[in-house]
């Protein structure tokens, strides 16, 4: 009896793991010039798979449009947005194009969602260009912000091209890739 509870448990096990769907999610290519992507690709974003690519992606980050997780909703329907390659924080993007220097009108406006709990941690950051390792821009914002779990933004960097982004609130982390114009 023992053995055939066991060989209907590895079958069932089987069946699923057979037709359970791929999580994969296709890459957006870098634009040229870019270092080749290293380290993990862009996983685990629940939902982001699903929502249409948009142009202004870089690295291992394309940017979206479309209904965001569901963990990240905030009333900003048709607002772009970004998921971290953990799939941990979302940023929805304010303008159309991020610049680099210190623009005005627009601002480099950026809203951070984070989908573990932030508590009364700050959002810290550190910039670099893509595929360098020394930070170049570094910051943080506080958890004063609601409702969600959400830190308002403004990110500027000092050169255009495409750059990392590691964020870290407590001991959570997550890192996202960001494409700067002149």
């Not at 700050?122 to 595929?131: I, N, Q």
């Amino acid at each position: 009896m023992r053995n055939i509870v066991i060989l209907t448990v590895c079958a069932a096990l089987a069946a699923a793991c057979a037709t359970a769907p791929s999580s994969a999610n296709p890459v957006t290519p870098s634009p040229p010039g870019t270092p080749p992507a290293t380290g993990p690709t862009a996983s685990a974003a629940p939902a982001a798979g699903t929502s249409p690519t948009a142009a202004g992606g870089c690295g291992e980050t394309p940017v979206r449009e479309g209904r965001p997780p569901d963990w990240a909703t905030v009333n900003a329907p048709g607002t772009r947005f970004v998921v971290g390659r953990e799939g941990d924080v979302l940023g929805y993007l304010f303008t159309r194009k991020l610049r680099a220097g210190k623009p005005t009108n627009p601002y480099n406006k950026i809203l951070w969602y984070v989908r573990l709990p932030r508590g009364t941690d700050d959002l810290r950051y550190e910039g670099r260009p893509r595929g360098r390792s020394e930070p170049v821009v570094q910051g943080s914002f506080p958890p004063n912000s609601g409702p969600g779990e959400i830190y308002p933004s403004s990110i500027d960097v000092p050169a255009p091209g495409c750059w990392t982004f590691e964020l870290t609130w407590g001991r959570n982390h997550d890192t996202i890739d960001l494409l700067y114009q002149r």
